[in-house]
């Protein structure tokens, strides 16, 4: 009967934690805004609404049917960056992992347009190229470029040499090493670099709004700022959150259906 009963236990055990793991974001949902409710309780709504305030100013928005179009600007400018960066940097990446030349020319320039703010040279971008959707998907596609550059290099780089030399010994060629060893064994963590610049590209289409737009979540908050409404900003960070926490989930899913176990 020992025996019998102890894989149940096993069993029970294993749905507990499944069902668990399950309700922990959503319970790490609730502890927030119950958090931010209580929070709010201490400051006028004009410093810190609360989550039922913002609640209502979203039912607003959204049944005069200003809100939609707004995230709808900001997830095809995120999304637009992230493909065109993401493009890039993958070609980038391969060729500073697979060339030593490339890598002496292109290095020094990737890591020095990291030290100046995408902020900072933003304006020039809307000066050369327009203040239009373009511009904006350019400025998300720079936020994008390095992440996914750097880890597109490292994952082509850490596939293991005696793989290489498994290749070249079966004389595969070089689209062969590419499509079946390179791009199978660098996945993970091309994907990983996905991930984060699924999220970095919804900060470059905001810095996008703020500067230059007429639409976009970046635009609501900076239109939020200028009356002093309060839970109008807070609606376009939130906003923000799910466009960002969308972007990423995708990027997970896609992770998932392309590296199954």
């Not at 697979?98 to 020094?108: D, F, G, T, V, Y």
């Amino acid at each position: 009967m020992e025996r019998l009963t102890k894989p149940l236990g096993n069993s029970e055990q294993t749905r507990s934690a499944d069902v668990g793991a399950k309700a922990a974001p959503l319970l790490a949902v609730l502890a927030f805004l119950a958090a931010w409710h209580l929070l709010s309780l201490r400051y006028p709504p004009f410093i810190l609404p609360g989550p039922l305030a913002v609640a209502q100013v979203f039912a607003q928005k959204l049944g005069d049917g200003t809100l939609l179009p707004h995230a709808l600007t900001t997830l095809t400018e995120a999304l637009g960056g992230l493909l065109a960066g993401g493009a890039v940097g993958a070609v980038c990446g391969y060729l500073i992992a697979r060339s030593p030349l490339a890598e002496r020319l292109l290095s020094p320039f990737i890591a020095a347009s990291q030290g100046i703010p995408v902020v900072a040279i933003a304006p020039l971008l809307f000066i050369w190229f327009g203040s239009g959707l373009g511009a904006k998907i350019l400025v998300c596609a720079l936020v994008v470029f390095f992440p996914i550059t750097i880890n597109v290099a490292a994952g082509v780089r850490g596939i293991p040499k005696a793989w290489r030399d498994l290749f070249q010994a079966m004389r595969a060629t070089r689209r062969e090493i590419l499509f079946k060893l390179e791009i199978p064994g660098a996945l993970p963590v091309i994907l990983a670099g996905l991930r984060i610049g699924a999220t970095l590209s919804v900060i470059g289409a905001v810095i996008g709004e703020f500067l230059s737009s007429t639409s976009g979540l970046g635009f609501l908050i900076k239109q939020g700022t200028g009356l002093y409404d309060t839970p109008l900003v807070m609606l376009g960070v939130v906003c923000i959150m799910i466009v960002a926490l969308g972007l990423y989930g995708g990027a997970k899913a896609l992770e998932k259906l392309a590296i199954k176990d």
